[in-house]
């Protein structure tokens, strides 16, 4: 049995967390949130110690191995994206390796300097990369790789959820905080891609406002439009009629990637081929890092070129301009 620590318990992505620890068969045994809205824990740790200041936090973890001989042996880090290379930084040099929430780190550059404190510390650093661990995601990827090795797939990715004006308000709409959107809500599709299709040969960026994102990426075999957004205004009609308020469509060559399903339990296979050690460290995400930071400072073109059909969608307002 192994013993964790988790960091941002009150989040979104926690419980898949807590799941993955709980189904491993492992134990937590301190969380950290600075909002005490964790009554999740209960359903999975309810002895787990809870704390809400991040100093008493980390007393606890050193107190446990000093004065219980209790050694920490990962922390998972599900807080706001500008916070985990802290996080990752913290887990480290209490002696346990790192299983962190994608993106990892906001910048290609903080992948380098974590990878010196991981020399140093000789603990390790892990990436949720769940979606290469969707059965239709590797099922495209040995597609792609038993055929034609000069074949170059022309893909469609479209990817709406909608949020409120909350989203602006919080840390996800600050982009020194969150990425924008591409990362906050991409950053999995441009990995995935990456990780099927090969290296980026091409980054162009046709729209980027402060509810949707819209571009074009070459990668070594494909040829690939992609649309972002959190305005549900974009929304297709038929998704509109079914009181939907989320859109996900890869086409390649024409033909819908099913994979819809399948994603109860990523998290736990995720925690699973860590245990193993298998799971993906540090440089896995690089690629997708990169595309999201050119993203991020790439000026867009505008609607010239191969760009994707909802691009031409008119743009709106940001909720809080008069």
Same mark, same amino acid.
């Given at each position: 049995?192994?013993?964790?620590?988790?960091?941002?318990?009150?989040?979104?992505?926690?419980?898949?967390?807590?799941?993955?620890?709980?189904?491993?068969?492992?134990?937590?045994?301190?969380?950290?949130?600075?909002?005490?809205?964790?009554?999740?824990?209960?359903?999975?740790?309810?002895?787990?110690?809870?704390?809400?200041?991040?100093?008493?936090?980390?007393?606890?973890?050193?107190?446990?191995?000093?004065?219980?001989?209790?050694?920490?042996?990962?922390?998972?880090?599900?807080?706001?994206?500008?916070?985990?290379?802290?996080?990752?930084?913290?887990?480290?040099?209490?002696?346990?390796?790192?299983?962190?929430?994608?993106?990892?780190?906001?910048?290609?550059?903080?992948?380098?300097?974590?990878?010196?404190?991981? +020399? &140093?510390?000789?603990?390790?650093?892990?990436?949720?990369?769940?979606? #290469?661990?969707?059965? !239709? @995601?590797?099922?495209?990827?040995?597609?792609?790789?038993?055929?034609?090795?000069?074949?170059?797939?022309?893909?469609?990715?479209?990817?709406?959820?909608?949020?409120?004006?909350?989203?602006?308000?919080?840390?996800?709409?600050?982009?020194?905080?969150?990425?924008?959107?591409?990362?906050?809500?991409?950053?999995?599709?441009?990995?995935?891609?990456?990780?099927?299709?090969?290296?980026?040969?091409?980054?162009?960026?046709?729209?980027?406002?402060?509810?949707?994102?819209?571009?074009?990426?070459?990668?070594?075999?494909?040829?690939?439009?992609?649309?972002?957004?959190?305005? +549900? &205004?974009?929304?297709?009609?038929?998704?509109?009629?079914?009181?939907? #308020?989320?859109?996900? !469509? @890869?086409?390649?060559?024409?033909?819908?990637?099913?994979?819809?399903?399948?994603?109860?339990?990523?998290?736990?296979?995720?925690?699973?081929?860590?245990?193993?050690?298998?799971?993906?460290?540090?440089?896995?995400?690089?690629?997708?890092?990169?595309?999201?930071?050119?993203?991020?400072?790439?000026?867009?073109?505008?609607?010239?070129?191969?760009?994707?059909?909802?691009?031409?969608?008119?743009?709106?307002?940001?909720?809080?301009?008069?």
């Amino acid at each position: 049995m192994k013993q964790f620590a988790l960091i941002g318990a009150s989040g979104y992505i926690a419980p898949r967390h807590l799941k993955a620890i709980k189904e491993t068969g492992n134990n937590l045994v301190a969380a950290l949130d600075p909002y005490d809205g964790v009554g999740i824990m209960d359903s999975f740790f309810p002895n787990a110690d809870f704390f809400v200041e991040t100093e008493r936090f980390d007393r606890h973890i050193e107190k446990l191995k000093y004065e219980k001989g209790i050694d920490l042996d990962f922390m998972s880090i599900c807080t706001p994206n500008y916070l985990h290379d802290a996080h990752i930084r913290m887990a480290l040099r209490r002696g346990s390796d790192a299983i962190c929430e994608k993106p990892l780190v906001l910048n290609p550059w903080n992948i380098d300097a974590l990878a010196r404190v991981q +020399e &140093d510390t000789g603990k390790k650093i892990y990436n949720i990369l769940q979606l #290469r661990l969707h059965p !239709s @995601i590797i099922s495209l990827k040995k597609k792609v790789e038993s055929g034609p090795q000069d074949k170059v797939y022309d893909i469609d990715l479209s990817y709406i959820t909608s949020r409120g004006h909350w989203y602006y308000t919080s840390w996800k709409g600050d982009v020194s905080k969150s990425g924008g959107i591409a990362t906050n809500i991409g950053v999995h599709f441009y990995d995935m891609l990456s990780f099927i299709f090969g290296n980026v040969k091409q980054n162009i960026v046709h729209i980027h406002t402060h509810d949707r994102a819209a571009g074009y990426l070459e990668f070594e075999k494909a040829r690939v439009r992609w649309f972002l957004s959190i305005n +549900e &205004d974009v929304l297709p009609n038929m998704i509109k009629e079914k009181g939907q #308020r989320t859109f996900r !469509s @890869i086409t390649i060559e024409g033909e819908e990637l099913e994979f819809s399903g399948g994603f109860t339990d990523l998290h736990t296979r995720c925690y699973e081929e860590i245990l193993k050690g298998n799971g993906y460290g540090i440089d896995a995400p690089r690629q997708a890092i990169e595309i999201v930071h050119a993203i991020r400072h790439e000026k867009p073109v505008g609607l010239i070129g191969d760009y994707h059909p909802l691009a031409k969608k008119p743009l709106a307002k940001h909720p809080f301009e008069k």
